[in-house]
């Protein structure tokens, strides 16, 4: 059983294109994540929701839209990608966003945008 | 915005303990250190964290100064699976959001 899940695994989409990258988890985990990593290998941390709540919003730009539609998943949404949002995107869950809670991260999805 | 310091490369021999050191000076009282690897493309994986006293698991062990400024992870046994890039955080009190740094590449020599 895959803790954090994360579909799809890869997305070849053209510049313009609306695209939605979907991300479970089966922990019972009350906060989940959106982190991002470049091409020079930075994860910086996107969103973070807990009870489908919005805690974390690191100035991403209003193109990307976080769904929560319930704990257990937090979807990404994406308008008119550019080419600069080609990455590989983490989805991560912990149990919550206070004390000791370690996250755990599902296996990213790569995004290239042509 | 990393409040961490680690060397960028290390090697290590393996069957060989493997101990990634890391500064964060600027801790405070409540900050927790955690430690995660990323294996190549993979997601991150969390391996251990600490708040002052050591710690141990199945990976990994973490010692952790008496002044908290600095820690180091222990791989006791290190093998070729374990090359990776080795982040050691420290989240922002409070906020438990994970500020990932440039981290440390071990890479395990056969």
């Known amino acids: 059983d895959t803790a954090v899940s994360q579909t799809p695994k890869y997305l070849v989409t053209q510049m313009g294109n609306d695209k939605s990258i979907k991300c479970e988890q089966n922990?019972?985990?009350?906060?989940m994540y959106w982190y991002k990593q470049d091409s020079k290998k930075f994860l910086k941390i996107m969103f973070s929701?807990?009870?489908?709540?919005?805690?974390i919003n690191e100035t991403v730009p209003n193109r990307f839209s976080p769904k929560s539609p319930d704990k257990a998943h937090l979807n990404l949404h994406i308008n008119s990608l550019e080419l600069g949002d080609s990455a590989v995107y983490f989805c991560?869950?912990?149990?919550?966003?206070?004390?000791?809670?370690?996250?755990?991260f599902g296996q990213g999805t790569r995004l290239t945008v042509v | 915005d990393a409040k961490t310091t680690q060397p960028p490369s290390m090697d290590c021999a393996e069957g060989r303990a493997a101990n990634l050191p890391c500064n964060h000076s600027?801790?405070?009282?409540?900050?927790?250190v955690y430690w995660y690897r990323q294996i190549h493309s993979q997601g991150p994986q969390y391996i251990i964290h600490?708040?002052?006293n050591n710690e141990t698991n199945e990976m990994a062990s973490l010692i952790i100064t008496e002044d908290r400024k600095s820690s180091t992870l222990i791989l006791p046994h290190a093998t070729l699976r374990d090359t990776a890039v080795y982040y050691c955080?420290?989240?922002?009190?409070?906020?438990?959001?994970?500020?990932f740094g440039t981290g440390t590449r071990l890479k395990v020599l056969a």
């Open positions: 991560a869950s912990s149990q919550d966003f206070q004390g000791a809670k370690p996250a755990f």
């Open positions: 922990l019972g985990h009350d906060t």
């Open positions: 929701y807990n009870n489908k709540e919005l805690i």
């Open positions: 600027t801790i405070s009282g409540n900050e927790y």
């Open positions: 600490g708040l002052k």
């Open positions: 955080i420290v989240p922002r009190s409070g906020t438990y959001k994970y500020i």
